[in-house]
């Protein structure tokens, strides 16, 4: 049974550009949340998608936008991109039928250069 | 915002003793979970603890929740090398147990053998 997925591992872009990163739940789970994770703090919450909408949203400015497919998988979009945007990027899935623990992906190191 | 506060920041301990980590939070809660982190990448999920639960164990883990000071801690027993990782307390006080979780700023724990 794998786990909750992401790709790239690792993804460098230079300032203005825009990115999507994309993240595969894990098995039986509905529900999937994207966070940011700055060096040297906790990670912080964008939004959150279920049933293919967006269900809740961070304190996060609309240039971060995000998909669910019908196969509940996800992407992130940023678009021009800022040095500040700099960070791990986290998913999580939930399957709320299942149980309400979250399991996290090993994450997409961003750098904007 | 972060919604908790983790006391201590960092933690120096030899192989063998005990770890505890101590996590303080605002609101009323839906669950409160905590996670593993070595050096940045993904969260690994260690325990989860609802807001009518006082105790959990999880093999070497205790986690307390005292909802009345909004506050929980994590002890780590017989701690190990391996131990060595960041140690992040999220809740969730989202409405409808939707998930949004909030994290706080971590505790670093070194575990020296």
């Known amino acids: 049974d794998a786990g909750v997925t992401q790709s790239p591992t690792h993804l460098i872009k230079t300032r203005g550009q825009q990115v999507t990163l994309r993240c595969s739940p894990k098995?039986?789970?509905?529900?999937v949340s994207w966070y940011q994770q700055a060096l040297g703090q906790g990670p912080q919450f964008i939004f959150q998608y279920y049933e293919e909408e967006e269900r809740q949203r961070g304190n996060f400015p609309d240039r971060f936008s995000g998909h669910q497919f019908p196969n509940y998988s996800s992407e992130l979009n940023v678009n021009a991109l800022l040095l500040g945007d700099s960070a791990l990027y986290l998913c999580?899935?939930?399957?709320?039928?299942?149980?309400?623990?979250?399991?996290f992906g090993p994450g997409t190191r961003l750098t904007v250069l | 915002s972060q919604q908790g506060e983790e006391d201590p920041q960092a933690l120096s301990i030899q192989e063998g003793e005990n770890a505890t980590m101590n996590c303080s939070y605002k609101t009323s809660i839906n669950n409160l979970q905590w996670y593993r982190q070595n050096s940045g990448r993904g969260l690994v999920h260690l325990i989860l603890?609802?807001?009518?639960?006082r105790e959990k164990h999880s093999g070497r883990l205790r986690v307390t929740l005292d909802t009345s000071k909004k506050s929980s801690s994590l002890l780590i027993t017989a701690s190990r090398a391996a131990d060595t990782a960041s140690y992040f307390c999220a809740t969730d006080a989202s409405p409808s147990n939707t998930g949004k979780l909030i994290f706080g700023q971590g505790t670093t724990l070194q575990v020296k053998p």
């Open positions: 098995s039986g789970h509905d529900t």
């Open positions: 603890i609802r807001s009518n639960e």
């Open positions: 999580a899935s939930r399957g709320l039928a299942i149980t309400d623990t979250q399991y």
